[in-house]
T-cell receptor, first 110, second 112 residues
Framework: EDKVVQSPLSLVVHEGDTVTLNCSYE??????LLWYKQEKKAPTFLFML????IEKKSGRLSSILDKKELFSILNITATQTGDSAIYLC??????????FGKGTRLSVIA | EAQVTQNPRYLITVTGKKLTVTCSQN?????MSWYRQDPGLGLRQIYY???????DKGDVPEGYKVSRKEKRNFPLILESPSPNQTSLYFC???????????FGSGTRLTVV
């Protein structure tokens, strides 16, 4: 059974649309939740979330964590074709390595 | 259960002693990849493989070797480990490298 679940698995939108990607996780030994963007090679770090209800923002991307409901969302506003990638969510549970979700594939078409 | 299995989970070794970290997947995935995770640097790709006998360098291949003799296995080999290879290593597989990644549980390597 997957411990970190991302949805949707795949998403196609038009440029300019706003998208919301979802990530749910298990609470055991939770330390932080991380979001990555994967294009061709290694994932690029986007956000690390530790506190509930505090939004992290970087340009058109933002993310928030809900520790009560055990989920996080990644929002991308005014999407561009360069946002097309796989977005990975991972849970840091302390001494054990990160637990990754399977990713959401976002395709932004002109 | 569909999974990527890495072994060992934890390893402490000495400089220069060759070691292999194994990675095996049971999903018949074409694509497999190795990453290292270091504080403040995120995940960096070491090597990846698109299919049997096809491997390519990632961003940080120095000091590592890989092989893909069978579809299910993708071992990471450190011929002469050095302390700067102390890191957390992840293996991942995907049907085609485009989506649906499955990560292994990770291997924490310490080279002294």
């Amino acid at each position: 059974e997957d411990k970190v679940v991302q949805s949707p698995l795949s998403l196609v939108v038009h440029e300019g649309d706003t998208v919301t990607l979802n990530c749910s996780y298990e609470v055991t030994n939770f330390r932080s939740l991380l979001w990555y963007k994967q294009e061709k090679k290694a994932p690029t770090f986007l956000f690390m979330l530790t506190s509930s209800g505090i939004e992290k923002k970087s340009g058109r991307l933002s993310s928030i964590l809900d520790k009560k409901e055990l989920f996080s969302i990644l929002n991308i506003t005014a999407t561009q074709t360069g946002d097309s990638a796989i977005y990975l969510c991972a849970e840091d549970v302390g001494n054990t390595p990160l637990v990754f979700g399977k990713g959401t594939r976002l395709s932004v078409i002109a | 259960e569909a999974q990527v299995t890495q072994n060992p989970r934890y390893l402490i070794t000495v400089t220069g002693k060759k070691l292999t970290v194994t990675c095996s997947q049971n999903m018949n995935h074409e694509y497999m990849s190795w990453y290292r995770q270091d504080p403040g640097l995120g995940l960096r790709q070491i090597y990846y493989s698109m299919n049997v006998e096809v491997t390519d360098k990632g961003d940080v291949p120095e000091g590592y070797k890989v092989s893909r003799k069978e579809k299910r296995n993708f071992p990471l080999i450190l011929e002469s480990p050095s302390p700067n290879q102390t890191s957390l290593y992840f293996c991942a597989s995907s049907l085609d490298g485009l989506y649906g990644y499955t990560f292994g549980s990770g291997t924490r390597l310490t080279v002294v």
